[in-house]
Nanobody, 124 residues
Framework: QVQLVEIGGGLVQPGGSLRLSCAAS????????MGWFRRTPEKEEREFVA?????????YTSESVRGRFIISRDNVKNEVYLQMNGLKLEDTAKYYC????????????????WGQGTQVTVSS
């Protein structure tokens, strides 16, 4: 059974930082590219945030977070991370990690497995 478990969300002030982690089990992690998406109550669709290829050789970030968020992975620990710096009010959302076999994608529909999400709230 595949499980993706996100931790690290919370309440942070604007300009602050958080680090999200996603632990994967039940799948050959080094063959799966990983992505982070987010969703707010106002939007039904999950918004692409960042992705990293299965071997860590390529990373991708959305324009809205580029230069502030960094995605990385540890194929020994079977974990993927999202370092979020310079957080803004508009970053408030529930953040999900997802796994896709093969190359990374910025399309939510491409991903095979999803975690339950972790809430990030940016507020003063």
């Amino acid at each position: 059974q595949v499980q993706l478990v996100e931790i690290g969300g919370g309440l942070v002030q604007p300009g602050g930082s958080l680090r999200l982690s996603c632990a994967a089990s039940g799948l050959p992690f080094s063959r799966y590219s990983m992505g982070w998406f987010r969703r707010t109550p106002e939007k039904e669709e999950r918004e692409f945030v960042a992705a990293i290829n299965y071997n860590g050789a390529g990373t991708y970030t959305s324009e809205s977070v580029r230069g502030r968020f960094i995605i990385s992975r540890d194929n020994v620990k079977n974990e993927v991370y999202l370092q979020m710096n310079g957080l803004k009010l508009e970053d408030t959302a529930k953040y999900y990690c997802a796994a896709v076999l093969g190359r990374a994608s910025n399309s939510a529909s491409a991903y095979n497995y999803w975690g339950q999400g972790t809430q990030v709230t940016v507020s003063s």
